[in-house]
């Protein structure tokens, strides 16, 4: 008799969805009276204000520069070459046939920007979370213009945080293939590692398993390693003349036997849909597969509500979900330039929540920590907010409420601002307080960890030391995590590196100046240590999608295959 064993990544996988899916359970809104947040623009804080809106707009400024420039792909010669040249259509021009429209949640646009090999515009492919036929689905498109669609390492990091958001939240993925494989120059950042090429083939198996569905349209060169994507996929559609499938292409071909072959007939669309049987949808042009596409999308095991029902949900979250009483436009003033110019949190909370209202919990306990409940957009989270230091008693605080939400399957939002350097001990006094907090955020950090609720992470100041951890940091695994373009993000503040260093170090000045250059938020998601700079005034927006695209497992039909019969053939 044999036995089935488990896998500890599969176990943590499974173990993960399970919790998501109780958290994304329908629940009828409970009557709340929650108290509107009282937070206007005061004169006492003109002067903070006016400084933190004009580094707004500086920052603005060059989110505007770093979307102007992936907007353009490999450029205008390589977007011409790559439309009348070799016939295809740019990326985004497919997302419009693939989508229901174009307002889609886009992942880590900046990817790719300012690395030590040089800019690759997002990374050589776009991901993101759009609707098709009403259900969100991630979406991994390769763009060919850039660098030919040549992989690198930071564009096979993008395609693994995307299938891992794809599991964390149960969605449908659709790959769509255009690629000219790894760039073997720097293959050692690419072949080897645990989480590197191999990774994408083994999380396509995963998720299978896990039943998660997963279509592949091959609308261009699908070469080497990116063979193996399509083939691994449940569905594939591939586009005659312009889809090819094979691990070595005629040139290799060429120089291991002497032949000469057209790429169309090593691996057309008409070889793998006829003869060797690897994709299961032949298409004469890019937007019949789109189409293909779509309706076996249509086939995939979710149950939306009824139009009758969704109405009826549509205007009791419309009810339940006012404006805040404040113009999103005032968060560009209160995203601080540095910590000494961060505002009460609560004038923040105040300007995403529905109605600017907030329950809060434990308000006169470890006042440097907010925490309470409030809905956006109709959906109840609970809300954890730096308004200061990460004390003792805060951070006891926020254990306490993590594990509140926890219980009650509640999606936690993290609004994260932290100090810039950790407390210095320079007495005893201070070192035995130092060694409370200490404990107390080891509390923390174990509850946000274990939680096995939602959890979104905005960066709306600073991301430095151990607070970021116990404030659901990167490596503690939210289900989202984004940056407001002033946000910085490093071991601890610029200007703070003698918390760092031995007394009267030489390296000060240096150490400061690198922190400065590397704690931007554009650094960080050239990087993609975040899913993607936000504009504050967007926030509330991104918030509203991110809880939609959570709650959407709830209409999964099964999500645990029953163990198959072993049979010997």
């Known amino acids: 008799m044999f036995r089935c064993i488990l896998r500890p990544a599969e176990h943590h996988w499974r173990c993960s969805v399970r919790s998501m899916s109780s958290a994304g359970r329908k629940r009828k809104a ?37 979307s102007e420039k992936i907007r353009k792909g490999g450029g205008e010669k390589a977007m011409e070459r790559h439309t009348q040249r070799n016939g295809k259509l740019l990326v985004r021009d497919r997302l419009r046939l693939l989508l229901d429209d174009e ?53 096979v990091k993008k395609q693994l945080r ?31 590692d645990k989480n590197q090429g191999g990774r994408t083939f083994y999380n396509e198996a995963i998720m299978s398993a896990m039943k998660i569905p997963q279509v592949s349209v091959v609308c261009g060169s699908c070469t080497a390693g990116g063979a193996y994507i399509p083939t691994m996929a449940e569905e594939t559609v591939m586009v005659h003349r312009i889809g090819t499938i094979f691990l070595g292409g005629p040139p290799l071909v060429k120089a291991a036997t002497g032949e000469e072959v057209t790429p169309e007939d090593l691996g057309g669309a008409r070889l793998h849909a006829e003869v060797s049987g690897c994709v299961d949808h032949f298409a004469w042009e890019e937007k019949e597969a789109y189409d293909y596409t779509r309706n076996i999308v ?140 200490l404990k107390a955020q080891a509390s923390m950090m174990s509850a946000v960890a274990c939680a096995s609720v939602p959890k979104i992470t905005v960066v709306i100041g600073g991301c430095h030391g151990a607070d970021s951890y116990a404030m659901c940091g990167r490596s503690f695994d939210p289900n989202f995590l984004f940056l407001w373009p002033n946000a910085r993000v490093s071991m601890a503040a610029p200007g ?63 999500t645990e295959k029953l163990q198959s019969p072993l049979l010997r053939v």
């Open 103 to 155: 307002d889609f949640l886009e992942l880590s646009p900046f990817a790719g920007l300012g690395l030590p090999y040089g800019d690759i515009p997002s990374a050589g492919c776009l991901t993101g979370i759009g609707r098709i036929n009403g259900l969100w689905c991630v979406f991994i498109a390769n763009d060919a213009t850039v660098k030919g669609g040549t992989a690198y390492p930071i564009t």
């Open 298 to 437: 249509s086939t995939l095991n979710f149950q939306l509500p009824e139009e009758e029902e969704e109405d009826e949900e549509r205007t009791r979250r419309r009810k339940a979900e006012e404006e805040p009483p404040y113009d999103s436009m005032e968060l560009l003033g209160l995203a601080p330039k540095s910590y000494n110019y961060s505002v009460d949190v609560k004038m923040v909370v105040s300007r995403l929540t529905d109605g600017g209202r907030f329950q809060e919990f434990k308000a006169r306990y470890g006042t440097t920590l907010v925490t309470g409940f409030a809905s956006i957009h109709g959906h109840l989270v609970g809300i954890v907010a730096n308004n200061g230091e990460l004390s003792h008693q805060s951070a006891l605080k926020g254990s306490h409420f993590v594990q509140l939400c926890d219980q009650r399957d509640v999606p936690l939002l993290f609004l994260q601002n932290t100090a810039p350097t950790a407390a210095p001990a320079l007495s005893t006094a201070q070192a035995e307080v130092n060694s409370n907090r």
């Open 162 to 192: 995307a299938q891992e958001i794809a599991i964390q939240n149960r969605l449908p993925c659709v790959y769509l293939v255009d690629s000219g494989g790894a760039f073997l120059p720097l293959q050692s950042e690419i072949f080897p």
């Open 496 to 558: 703070h590196a003698g918390s760092l260093l031995p007394p009267d170090s030489e390296q000060e000045d240096e150490l400061n100046r690198t922190l400065e250059e590397e704690s931007s938020a554009f650094f960080s998601s050239g990087r993609l240590w975040d899913d993607g700079v936000i504009l504050p005034q967007d926030t509330r927006k991104v918030l509203g999608s991110c809880l939609d695209i959570i709650q959407q497992q709830q209409y999964q039909l099964s």
């Open 30 to 66: 409970l009557r709340s009276a929650f108290v509107v947040l009282e937070q206007p623009l005061q004169p006492i804080h003109r002067h903070v204000y006016e400084a933190n809106l004009r580094n707004s707009n500086a920052c603005r400024n060059r989110y505007k520069e770093c």
